[in-house]
């Protein structure tokens, strides 16, 4: 059966529970992949706290419990930012992490910048995956690597891109909202009715 596609969605201010709720499940061997060590839960909710949601580039792929499965958090600085990926075990192997990398280099380039680095331990085999399939230049250095890659200008086709990944992806988010309320007021009995 085909999948149907990924639709990512960008974070915004109210959704700092959820993002917090992503990384704390994290299990410590994918928290040490992610974060470069072993996080405890208080660090990352300090930073996720941190996170400059206005300026930097946080999106996600939802299931239909509207929890995060799949996050990029691309943290600019000028002309570069430095991108952070995680997928939740039962989440991958879908593509996710594809199709969030290519929605964070469209937003990335329609904000002029120029390049963007991965920093990860040498074993993290997923990420240096999508590093390759998407053209990153990687450098190991012992237990560590960079990937870098340089992003084309912004065109007419990249901001008309992203502003229908966002319809799209606010659509199928509120879809699901409506879905979940939709089934939690089917499943509460009417007071009216109850004899």
Not at 26 to 48: H, I, N
Not at 169 to 179: D, E, H, M, T, W
Request: net charge positive; aromatic share 6%.
């Amino acid at each position: 059966m085909p999948q149907s596609p990924v639709t990512p969605v960008r974070l915004l201010e109210q959704d700092r529970p959820a993002l917090e709720a992503h990384f704390t499940s994290l299990g410590r061997d994918d928290r040490r992949l992610r974060f470069g060590s072993q996080v405890a839960d208080e660090t990352l909710k300090a930073y996720v706290a941190r996170i400059d949601i206005g300026q930097d580039g946080l999106f996600a792929v939802q299931d239909e419990a509207l929890a995060l499965v799949a996050v990029v958090h691309v943290a600019v600085t000028g002309e570069a930012a430095e991108l952070g990926l995680s997928v939740l075990p039962g989440a991958r192997g879908r593509g996710l992490g594809n199709a969030l990398f290519r929605r964070a280099m469209t937003f990335l380039r329609n904000r002029g910048v120029r390049e963007v680095f991965v920093h990860c331990l040498s074993e993290n085999g997923a990420m240096m995956h999508l590093a390759r399939k998407n053209g990153m230049r990687i450098v190991y250095s012992g237990g560590e690597s960079d990937a870098r890659l340089e992003l084309q200008p912004a065109t007419a086709d990249s901001f008309v891109t992203e502003w229908l990944d966002d319809q799209h992806g606010r659509s199928i988010q509120a879809l699901r909202r409506n879905l979940k309320l939709a089934r939690a007021f089917l499943l509460i009995p009417d007071a009216a009715k109850v004899p």
